[in-house]
């Protein structure tokens, strides 16, 4: 059984950066990785996914700002030039039975940690 744990969420000032960490354990196979974030009134989105080969894709809102990266089993996202609208809960998230730029390919997930971008 695969578990996810998130850490690095926080607040920051519009134009700073932050990188979301997530640990995993209990893989015992390659899988998808990806982060997905879920605004308040809004639908949970992907913003991020890396599949096994390293070929990664991004949500056009992140796109050139935000970086997922993969070190042994340590997840990253890398946040840059953070944005009001930025302001989410995320929420790392790692599968393996389907395309890895589905949402329903995964199947086990973090708890989520809060990121808050004031102007």
């Known amino acids: 059984q695969m578990q996810l744990v998130e850490s690095g969420g926080g607040s920051v000032q519009a134009g700073e950066s932050l990188t979301l960490s997530c640990a995993v354990s209990?893989?015992?196979?390659?899988?998808?990785i990806a982060w997905f974030r879920q605004a308040p009134g809004k639908e949970r989105e992907r913003i991020a996914s890396r599949n096994p080969l390293g070929v990664k894709s991004y949500a056009d809102s992140v796109k050139g700002r935000f970086t997922i990266s993969r070190q042994l089993n340590t997840l990253f996202l890398q946040m840059n030039r953070l944005k009001p609208e930025d302001t989410a809960m995320y929420y790392c998230a790692a599968g393996w039975a389907g395309t890895c730029t589905s949402t329903s390919t995964y199947n086990y997930w973090g708890q989520g940690t809060q990121v808050t971008v004031s102007s």
């Open positions: 209990g893989a015992s196979s390659d899988y998808c």
